[in-house]
């Protein structure tokens, strides 16, 4: 079946440094994307979302690209801080309802 | 503000016993609520999406009979784990989607950790 998923499962940056986080998706219908974070023993915090008929959005720190053409969706944080560790997940909705296919998740671990 | 709660945030029970988990949005009416499970090491499964007066709809997979679901007011959800067995040990996690809120947004809770004995 249709799914999504995520390039690599660890990504370990230096403190300073941009980080990219990559994310495969196979849903062509889909058209709304969110990437979450979730620390240890918590629940998933929303970072930026991006609709399909955009390719870019920023916030603070933070930009989402979106790629239709190759289904894949990225995630840029600038100058990663330790506070960023994490596992970022994902997620994608067809439209159709609120239900969200959320990807594997990749820890995401800020060298001092 | 959309903040989300959930009770217990750990809960520990014997094999065969059956365990409640609320979901409430305390600051928002949210008519459909989410329930999803997430093992180690693992991403988040969706199990039910919950609509406020009505049942519960299961993903393929999820037993309805086991994972009870009610969604009684805009801001309160319950799952039920009948008869919980150690495979059920999990963390559960809730989301709600506000009533007046934007399409697809979902406002997550801070997950409740089931250990079953």
């Known amino acids: 079946g249709e799914s999504v998923g995520l390039h690599l499962p660890t990504l370990s940056v230096q403190e300073g440094d941009n980080s990219i986080i990559n994310c495969a998706y196979s849903?062509?219908?889909?058209?709304?994307f969110i990437w979450y974070k979730q620390e240890s023993g918590k629940g998933p915090q929303f970072i930026i979302d991006?609709?399909?008929?955009?390719d870019k959005r920023q916030g603070q720190r933070v930009t989402v690209l979106l790629n239709k053409t190759v289904k894949h969706l990225s995630l840029q944080i600038a100058a990663t801080q330790p506070g960023d560790s994490a596992v970022y997940f994902c997620?994608?909705?067809?439209?159709?309802?609120?239900?969200?296919?959320f990807g594997k998740g990749i820890t995401l671990s800020v060298r001092p | 503000g959309a903040v989300v709660s959930q009770h217990p945030s750990r809960v520990i029970c014997k094999s065969g016993t059956s365990v409640k988990i609320e979901c409430r949005s305390l600051?928002?009416?949210?008519?459909?609520m989410f329930w999803y499970r997430q093992f180690p090491k693992q991403s988040l499964m969706l199990m039910a999406t919950?609509?406020?007066?009505?049942?519960?709809?299961?993903e393929q997979g999820v037993e309805k009979d086991k994972f009870l679901i009610n969604h009684a007011s805009l801001t309160l959800s319950t799952l039920t784990v009948t008869s919980a067995h150690p495979e059920d040990s999990s963390f559960y996690i809730c989301?709600?989607?506000?009533?007046?809120?934007?399409?697809?947004?979902?406002?997550f809770g801070p997950g409740t950790r089931l250990t079953v004995l």
């Open positions: 989301s709600a989607s506000p009533t007046s809120g934007r399409a697809h947004e979902q406002f």
């Open positions: 849903n062509s219908a889909s058209d709304y």
């Open positions: 991006i609709r399909s008929n955009m």
């Open positions: 997620a994608e909705n067809t439209g159709a309802n609120s239900k969200l296919t």
């Open positions: 600051d928002f009416q949210a008519t459909t």
């Open positions: 919950s609509n406020e007066g009505s049942k519960a709809t299961y």
